[in-house]
């Protein structure tokens, strides 16, 4: 049994090779998660103000700018959520893409995030997108980094 097999068979996912159609999005994760861990390491604690809490309303999703980063909100019952806003498949605009049932599906290839935690509940994409911790305060929504 080859390796891959053996991954498979324990519920781990089987490693895949990069492919160069892959270096794009590969590339802009890498960025962001720079830009992310510089913000983290200057301030631990700071929240950034992304939007009036008013322009949210229950059941909406809206792409909004973190400090040059794209992040895509969402509004339920439960509060308000937010992931990064790129597909990590091809970079797909995810915010052009369809909600169901807390998650988001690409609305090129089809891969789905997961509104909670940004993880892959439906490939192509094989690595999740940057999930944030959101506040409301003051009447605006602000995220930082989930630790
Ligand atoms: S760009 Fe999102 S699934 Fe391909």
Same mark, same amino acid.
């Given at each position: 049994m080859s390796g891959v097999e053996e991954a498979a068979d324990e519920g781990v996912r089987p490693f895949r090779q990069l492919e160069l159609r892959d270096v794009p999005a590969v590339v802009e994760q890498l960025e962001l998660g720079?830009? *992310?861990?510089?913000?983290? $390491? @200057?301030?631990?604690?700071?929240?950034v103000t992304v939007l009036?809490?008013?322009?949210?309303?229950?059941?909406?999703?809206k792409r909004v700018d973190a400090k040059g980063i794209p992040v895509l909100l969402y509004r339920d019952a439960n509060g308000v959520r937010a992931i990064g806003a790129i597909c990590? *498949?091809?970079?797909?605009? $995810? @915010?052009?893409?369809?909600?169901?049932d807390g998650c988001i599906e690409c609305p090129w290839h089809g891969s789905v995030f997961d509104f909670d935690g940004g993880g892959v509940v439906k490939g192509p994409a094989t690595f999740p997108v940057?999930?944030?911790?959101?506040?409301?305060?003051?009447g605006k929504i602000a995220i930082r980094p989930k630790a």
């Amino acid at each position: 049994m080859s390796g891959v097999e053996e991954a498979a068979d324990e519920g781990v996912r089987p490693f895949r090779q990069l492919e160069l159609r892959d270096v794009p999005a590969v590339v802009e994760q890498l960025e962001l998660g720079m830009r *992310h861990g510089a913000e983290s $390491l @200057d301030a631990p604690d700071h929240f950034v103000t992304v939007l009036d809490e008013p322009e949210l309303p229950e059941g909406a999703m809206k792409r909004v700018d973190a400090k040059g980063i794209p992040v895509l909100l969402y509004r339920d019952a439960n509060g308000v959520r937010a992931i990064g806003a790129i597909c990590t *498949h091809r970079g797909a605009p $995810l @915010d052009q893409g369809k909600m169901k049932d807390g998650c988001i599906e690409c609305p090129w290839h089809g891969s789905v995030f997961d509104f909670d935690g940004g993880g892959v509940v439906k490939g192509p994409a094989t690595f999740p997108v940057t999930a944030y911790e959101t506040r409301i305060k003051d009447g605006k929504i602000a995220i930082r980094p989930k630790a």
